[in-house]
């Protein structure tokens, strides 16, 4: 029988069998020593990250709740200083308007002076003479237009000072506003948490915006403006006592001219009584003539319409005639006589023509210098009225002075961002 063939195969001695065993065993022991090192290194190393991570979490939350903190506190700061710097310039604003009250207080003082003086000076001959009273009434003059040009000057600097403050109002409302929208950023930042639904990745989240300030600048930013507005709220409080001040040492002046001017009133209205009476003369006259002026335009008016007829019949037979045929088309003495009466309508016409032009011009002079009779007039009897009162109460014409505590109605102050004060207070 033939025998099967048999498969070359290595075989190895037994103790090689066992120094594989050996190896085996020991590579076994070796990588389990190395991956119990391994599990301990990740071990200690998932403790350390988990607690540095929370630590790093409640550290940057507890510093947005000190910067949170701080925001506030320069929040109260500005909303404080806001508050104060609108209540300056309520109270410039009235002193500015007590100011202006006074100014326009001056007016009737200074027109009743102004129009004594006027009237004197229309007196004739030898009764045009420079006695104490035309004095007493040049100093009061000068007495009231000094104090014009003072109240005026305090109401110029009163404006540009309530710019002033206005624009450092708008300064810390944005600044205020600013600060309020921080606080809402870093209040939302404080309250996410790791289970928070909001949260993701953002790309390049450590960039540097563009525009970061300094921890430092940022308090020196807010520190001047707070300084500014000190600064313009003293400025603004000793503008309004100079012009309390100034108010009472000018009213003291005007009165120092009251008992001067009493005759010179006397006079005055006894001579504007004879002005108002030859201005009601001149007045009836002008209307007289304005009536007759009136009846000879309509006169002339209505003769240049008159003419109109002829002249239509004299050009209707001209343009007739010029359909005569062959030699009768010639130029007889009906056809000369119609041209020279055409002519002659013309020429009549233009000169009618030019007289009602200039009666209505005329008339035109007339009524206006009518309607100036009429307010010279009526400026005439305000002022009788006027001094017909002066006599009897002159102290009331001298400027009433207002005092800073008499209330006035004060439009709300709005920044420009559109939040008013009560949205300050409710802040």
């Known amino acids: 029988m033939s025998k099967h063939p048999e498969k070359p195969s290595v075989h190895y001695s037994v103790p090689e069998w066992c120094d594989n065993n050996n190896r085996l065993s020991t590579t076994a ?8 090192v391994i599990r301990q290194e990740s071990r200690s190393l998932r403790n350390d990250t988990n607690c540095k991570t929370t630590w790093d979490e409640s550290n940057t939350s507890s510093r947005l709740s000190d910067r949170i ?3 506030t506190r320069w929040k109260e700061l500005i909303v404080s200083c806001a508050h104060k710097v609108d209540e300056e310039m309520e109270a410039l604003t009235l002193s500015k308007t007590r100011t202006e009250e006074t100014l326009a207080a001056t007016a009737v003082p200074l027109e009743v002076s102004l129009e004594s003086l006027t009237l004197r000076e229309g007196r004739p001959g030898r009764e045009l003479v420079n006695d104490p009273v035309e004095e007493q009434l040049k100093q009061e003059v000068h007495v009231i237009e000094n104090v014009q040009k003072a109240l005026q ?38 309250a996410l948490k790791i289970t928070s639904t909001q949260i993701s990745l953002k790309p390049n989240p450590t960039r540097i915006p563009a525009g970061t300030c ?10 001047l403006n707070l300084a500014r507005a000190h600064e313009a709220m003293r400025m603004s409080q000793k503008m309004r006592d100079d012009m309390s001040l100034s108010r009472v040492n000018l009213n003291n002046e005007l009165k120092k001219q009251q008992s001067a001017t009493e005759f010179a009133l006397r006079k005055r209205n006894h001579q504007e009584q004879q002005a108002s009476s030859q201005l009601q003369w ?8 304005i009536t007759e ?11 240049l319409q008159a003419k109109m007829a002829p002249m239509k019949l004299a050009h209707t037979r001209l343009e007739n005639r010029t359909f005569r045929p062959g030699m009768d088309l010639c130029r007889d003495l009906a056809q000369r006589s119609l041209v020279d009466e055409v002519n002659q309508l013309q020429a009549t016409i233009a000169t009618l023509k030019k007289k009602l032009a200039e009666a209505q011009h005329s008339l035109q002079r007339l ?10 007039l009526a400026r005439k009897r305000d002022a009788l009225a006027l001094e017909q009162r002066c006599i009897n109460i002159r102290s009331r014409l001298i400027p009433i002075l207002y005092g ?21 207070k409710a802040q």
């Open 404 to 424: 800073d505590d008499t209330p006035v109605p004060l439009v709300q102050l709005t920044s420009s961002s559109g939040r008013s004060t009560q949205h300050l």
């Open 214 to 223: 300094t921890p430092q600048e940022w308090v020196k930013f807010s520190q």
């Open 153 to 190: 000057q305090h109401i110029d600097e009163a404006f540009a000072q309530l710019c002033i403050l206005q624009k450092i109002r708008q300064q810390l409302t944005a600044d205020l506003q600013n600060k309020m929208d921080t606080l809402d950023i870093d209040v939302s930042c404080l």
């Open 69 to 71: 903190w701080e925001v």
């Open 367 to 376: 009524k206006l210098h009518h309607h100036q009779l009429l307010q010279d």
């Open 293 to 303: 002026m009136e009846n000879d335009i309509f006169r002339l008016d209505a003769d």
């Open 282 to 289: 001149q007045l009836k006259n002008t209307e007289n003539e």
């Open 29 to 36: 022991q070796i990588e389990q020593h190395l991956s119990n």
